[in-house]
C-alpha cells in the first residue's frame, strides 16, 4: 500500500483565481474566505486589521485550524539587516507592502490552498506608493509621472496585474476583503456606497460578492450572510444541436453566501433554471441609519464644495495661504496634467479623499486642491464640448 497522501479534489468544480468581498461591518466578509477550504492550515491569512483574531482559537477547537499573519505585529517587531526596530514608531503603507510581497514570494507554491488579504486596502495604497516611488522599473521617469499621471495609473494597474499572478500562482484560489464608503463624483457623494480598491481587482476577480446581514425587526442577525453578485464570471456548457449554449452559474443574489452554496450551484446552474425571488435582483434599501449617515457625508462634501466654489476669484491667495506637502503637491501636478475630465471625476478625486482620511493631506490641502480640481475640470469639460 502507497504511504503517499491522495491528492485531494478541486475546491471548486471549476478554477476560481480570484474571489472579492465586500460590505459593512459584520457582514460575514471575512468569514465566507474562512469558509472556502476548513482543511487543517490549508489556508493562510494575511490580518491586516485584527478582523480574524476571534475565529483563530474556535477553528482550532473544532480542527479546522488556520494559519494568522498578525500583520501589525509582525511590522511591530520587524528587524532590519542593522538589527533595528524601524516600524516600532509607525510604518506607511509603502514599509508595509514591500514587507508584503517579499513573504507573499517566499511562499512555497502548493503550501497553501487560499491565500486570504483581510483587508486589501493598506496594500493597494502601498503598492501605488511604490510604483510612485520606482518609475525606472517601468521605463519611465519621475518627470513623466509628474507630466503625465495617466502614464503612472497605467503602471499601477499593470503592476497590481504581476503581483495578483503572482498570488494565484500560488494557491488555488486568492481572496481579499474591501471596506465600503461613500461613493462620489468629483468632490461631491452620490448618496451611494461603493467598495473600497482599484478596478485591477474587480476586473481580475471571477466572483465578487457583496455580503449583507443586516439586523431583522427583532434585532437578530441571521447566521448567514446573503449576498449580492455584483460580478460572477462562472458560465457552465453545453452542446446542443452542434451549438454551445452556456449557462450563468450565479445568480444576481446568493440567499446563502457560502462557498458551499457556490459550488451548489455548479450542479444546478441558476442560469438553467426560473429564478427564486430570494435570487432574484432587487431595488437596495438603506436603514435610516445608513440614509442619515450618506446623507450627512454628502451635506459635509456639499458645503466643502461650495466654500471650495466661493473662493476660485482668490486662487492666487489661496495659493499663497496653503504650503503644500509632496503628498497634496503629486495630486496637483496630477489635476493640471489631466487630459480627460472623467480621470478627474473617476480617479484622481477618490483619491483624494482617501489621502485626506488617510491623514496624508491636510483640509486646508484639500480645500485647494478643490479650488484647482474645479478650475481644471471645466476647462477640460469645455474642451471636449468644443472637440466634439
Not at 491522495?6 to 472579492?20: C, N, R, S
Request: glycine content about 6%; proline content about 6%.
Amino acid at each position: 500500500m502507497s504511504d503517499a497522501k491522495a491528492t485531494p479534489p478541486p475546491l471548486w468544480p471549476q478554477p476560481i483565481p480570484i474571489i472579492g468581498g465586500t460590505g459593512k461591518k459584520w457582514s460575514g466578509k471575512s468569514v465566507f474566505g474562512l469558509n472556502i477550504c476548513p482543511q487543517p492550515n490549508a489556508t493562510l491569512v494575511y490580518d491586516f486589521e485584527q478582523s480574524t483574531t476571534s475565529y483563530e482559537q474556535e477553528r482550532a477547537r473544532i480542527g479546522a485550524p488556520f494559519v494568522r499573519i498578525d500583520v501589525q505585529k509582525e511590522m511591530h517587531n520587524y528587524k532590519d539587516e542593522k538589527g533595528n526596530y524601524p516600524y516600532r514608531s509607525g510604518y506607511k503603507p509603502i514599509n508595509l507592502f514591500m514587507w508584503w510581497i517579499k513573504h507573499v514570494r517566499s511562499l512555497e507554491a502548493g503550501k497553501y490552498r487560499v491565500i486570504m488579504a483581510d483587508p486589501v486596502t493598506d496594500l493597494e495604497r502601498g503598492l501605488t506608493d511604490w510604483v510612485a516611488a520606482n518609475p525606472e522599473y517601468f521605463g519611465h521617469t519621475a518627470n513623466q509621472y509628474q507630466k503625465m499621471s495617466g502614464v503612472m495609473w497605467g503602471d499601477v494597474k499593470d503592476f497590481e496585474k504581476i503581483v495578483l499572478a503572482d498570488i494565484t500562482a500560488r494557491c488555488e484560489t486568492f481572496y481579499f476583503t474591501a471596506h465600503i464608503g461613500a461613493e462620489f463624483k468629483g468632490n461631491t457623494a452620490t448618496g451611494k456606497e461603493k467598495a473600497k480598491g482599484k478596478e485591477t481587482l474587480y476586473e481580475l476577480a471571477s466572483v465578487y460578492l457583496w455580503f449583507e446581514r443586516d439586523p431583522d425587526s427583532t434585532g437578530t442577525r441571521p447566521n448567514i450572510p446573503s449576498a449580492r453578485v455584483e460580478k460572477g464570471r462562472l458560465m457552465v456548457s453545453e452542446l446542443i444541436d452542434e451549438e454551445v449554449v452556456s449557462y450563468s452559474v450565479l445568480p444576481p443574489r446568493l440567499p446563502q453566501a457560502t462557498p458551499k452554496a457556490i459550488r451548489e450551484y455548479f450542479k444546478n446552474p441558476a442560469g438553467k433554471v426560473a429564478l427564486k425571488d430570494t435570487e432574484k435582483a432587487r431595488e437596495e434599501s438603506m436603514s435610516a441609519d445608513d440614509r442619515l449617515r450618506l446623507e450627512v457625508a454628502k451635506a459635509e462634501a456639499e458645503r466643502d464644495a461650495a466654500q471650495a466654489r466661493a473662493t476660485v476669484p482668490q486662487t492666487q491667495q489661496v495659493m499663497v495661504a496653503v504650503t503644500l506637502g509632496a503628498r497634496a503637491t503629486e495630486f496637483e501636478r496630477s489635476i493640471r496634467a489631466a487630459t480627460d475630465p472623467a480621470f478627474l471625476l473617476d480617479t484622481v478625486g477618490p483619491q483624494i479623499k482617501l489621502a485626506f482620511d488617510a491623514k496624508e493631506i491636510t483640509e486646508p490641502e484639500v480645500n485647494y486642491l478643490r479650488t484647482v480640481f474645479n478650475e481644471c475640470g471645466k476647462k477640460l469639460q469645455a474642451q471636449k464640448q468644443s472637440a466634439a
